[in-house]
């Protein structure tokens, strides 16, 4: 089978992108080794590409009292609830790598009630797991579950806002077909100097 | 009973804000007469907040082969969907107003099916609530549903954009328990010249 | 757009109609100063018409240990669970007046975890959505979260049927597309003698 | 196990109740010779009881386009959806009655596509569940789907209010676990003579 | 209208059938007076009849911390939540006759909180219908629940096992639309003695 | 962490189990040169561990016209739908080998609508899903769906039972928190010969 297109939307030849664009591009790629589907399929529109990664920074690389590997967990649990494969697919290749360990990404993608993490862990997820599907019940007592594991108001707000960004990434993705690309079902399986 | 905040978290003096958050606040304000609550709530997070902004801006306030009402009542029917007081109380002001029409935000937000709307808005209204609450699901038969109608992939793109932008939205709001000003309930319910 | 009719259903010449009926009609209108189409809807199954009205007399006028208010904002809530726009719009006016408060309807219909109603009115909805989305499983429990708020057995059967009955209401009122008067979109919104 | 009472709510004692009530339970225990519970336990509320009887007459008794077999399997298909014990066992004693079949009831209450039932049958009950169910998503190709096996718009109107009324129903019986007489779990299942 | 057939799929004649499966027909067509339609459905496949019913016995006819008239409860509830005619009816049968009950049966399938059953069954239903319908959420919490009613660990696995196991039953029967044979409606309803 | 059980029930000594469950083990693990943790967490309930891999085995391991790949694919996608982790991770495995494709699994498990899959695989697939979700809906439309595709009833009839039977896996999966084994997560996933 040949394989599918990256996206339902065209992609524009990257030497014609407006130049923020093309160094943003190209820095992921330095840095990755391959530029990741997500930054080709949103260069058909270059304010909302813009915009996204933007957001996306503002959220995932900054300081904070979530780690770095907490925050990929809750990218991709919210995005095993949402069915989206690019973000499962390309944040569990993150997870995998951040926290160390080969095994936690499809665990918490498949069902993090399962999975091999710590009671503050699964009290966070709980949490983003609401956000994402019932946000519309969230109240006081959800707050007043988190406070017990170490987690602030701004920590929550983290929690909030990764769960609500990824949401809106999960649904472009599945609207245009967002393929993965093939790197990273793989990458952080392996022994580090294995691959 | 006093008035509830507009946030459960900290809103910050607007004199505090970086010049840029500012100066949008200000501009907004001019032109609509108030401050509508959703700047405030995000000053709480500037970095956010201009990405946020920056992103409703590029789908809401940019050419498109959706009309400005059209775009408006997608987010009033998948914010209804979505159970979020803000969006459908604020963009259903904005709909009512742009569309000149009192009666159809309520009726959008309550149940788009039997809103005083055309076959081509409701099969868009179809797809965006699909993207809003199924998005795993979309097909290509749902794009095929909307060529009839008039619609371009471009304008497919919009829908399904707006939606998601939406979402997150919806999310941030019912996290926040973020609170709508009060003069969006009355504004485009009076004939012109009436208030 | 031409205005849709008022039901999928044919509405007799209100002459033509039972003088029992007729009279009934006359008396709201005097009194509310048009007729609300629910009226003119029911026309069409006389003996419907009777039993259907009887029931909410004998549930919304009567002296209860429920406020006019309380029980108009039953309607609305459940009735914005059910989608049903004739209930949202109509009652939603009602209790505007009833509450003298032009926000409160809104707020409730979309979300009344996120009204501004006391802790008494929202262990009220709680009971109210739960007979109207999962009457099953109702428990003795529920019966005793209400308890404390005030609630006696008599106010809590209230609650029920008034539920139950406009349960009722809105599936009739979506079977056949029942059209809410144009009146009651505005209604209870404007200060006392602005309209 | 003592037997649990007929209702959570108290019954008065029949002699004390208003006479055209009484005379109704007398007439129908003449007929059925018991007392069907729903009877005894609307009692309670005088006002409701007789709002709640007459609308069941005005659908159930009346002359229709509907058998009367067919108005029963609506009652226990919809009852059945809703998870009414009283309800589906004791109208599906008289649906065994009406149709001359005691399989009948069983099969609709379980899964009604699954039963001994013509296109005929099977088209109507599709259209009483969805009434029942997702009432805000009838649209025209709903009726549509009746009209060619034979239903005119009366008989449409008759499915979708006795769905209507019987949803009331439904959930008043759950609310106050009203009990069935055991009396009716019998009724129908053995050859005319056995019993 | 003619009798539809026992199962979509052909049955072969039971003299064709490899002795072993021919005399657990046989011998199950003694002690039931009839040979139960999910005996003969199962022919079409021989090796997946021989591990269906060990299956089966190995959870129903084995010593067990739960009764007979126990287990037989959890099948008809968890079969009632997946509407499968085959195994409520059936098995209604035999739970009527286990715990010598008529009643029981029909307020199982239809609403287990509203049955006559003691705290002890209706929390092993809790778990039960956890099982069948949210397994995945499947917590400690659950299985806390079930300790101060006596159950064991071993009797968990038991309650579990058998949900899983007719959770398998119910989805070959609504599949192959297997027809529950006539005798079983009426089993276990009259007086002994009676029929 | 520590790493958790393999199952929330003991297991006993390899060694002290009945001689045909200790060869069966032996023998999958000389195969697979580990042992599944299925196999072992079985034991705990040796008439159950036959049953179940007689059925298991009955579907899996005989000529069929599913291809053994195929087979695989409507147990990762259904066990996906189910959040089964188990057998996810464990059948993801075997899929990838069995279809000489490393990233097929992961596609399949999140959303088989977006997987590299033929028009066949996929009316397979949706067929699957119905029985593992809905089967109480199935009717013989969903059986001419697949008629076009070259399925015979015959392999209607597999899809269905591995559905059914792995539903059953599911739950017990989830019931017990049965773990799946380190190696599984690896397995197809590097190119022939690389480990």
Redesign the interface.
């Given at each position: 089978?040949q394989?599918?297109p990256i996206s339902?939307?065209p992609i524009p030849d990257i030497n014609t992108l407006p130049e923020d664009i093309r160094t943003r591009i190209l820095q992921v790629q330095e840095k990755a080794g391959f530029i990741p589907n997500v930054f080709l399929a949103f260069t058909?529109?270059p304010?909302?590409f813009?915009?996204?990664f933007?957001?996306h920074?503002?959220?995932m690389e900054?300081d904070s009292g979530l780690s770095l590997a907490e925050r990929e967990m809750i990218v991709v649990a919210t995005s095993?609830a949402?069915?989206?494969?690019y973000c499962?697919?390309a944040h569990g290749a993150v997870l995998r790598i951040r926290a160390r360990n080969?095994?936690i990404a499809?665990?918490v993608?498949?069902?993090y009630?399962?999975?091999?993490i710590?009671p503050r862990e699964r009290a966070m997820l709980e949490f983003a797991l609401k956000?994402?599907l019932r946000?519309?019940?969230?109240?006081e007592e959800d707050y007043q579950a988190l406070y017990p594991h170490g987690f602030s108001?701004e920590d929550i707000?983290d929690i909030?806002?990764i769960?609500?960004?990824f949401?809106?990434?999960?649904?472009?993705v599945?609207?245009?077909?967002m393929?993965a690309n093939?790197e990273f079902?793989?990458m952080g399986?392996?022994p580090k100097g294995a691959n």
């Open positions: 089978m394989k599918p339902r939307y058909h529109r304010a909302e813009r915009a996204f933007d957001y920074d503002a959220l900054k095993g949402n069915d989206c494969q499962v697919v080969p095994l499809d665990q993608a498949i069902n009630r399962k999975a091999d710590s956000v994402c946000a519309q019940e969230i109240t108001d707000w909030a806002a769960t609500s960004f949401g809106l990434s999960n649904r472009m599945n609207f245009m077909s393929r093939d079902y793989l399986r392996l």
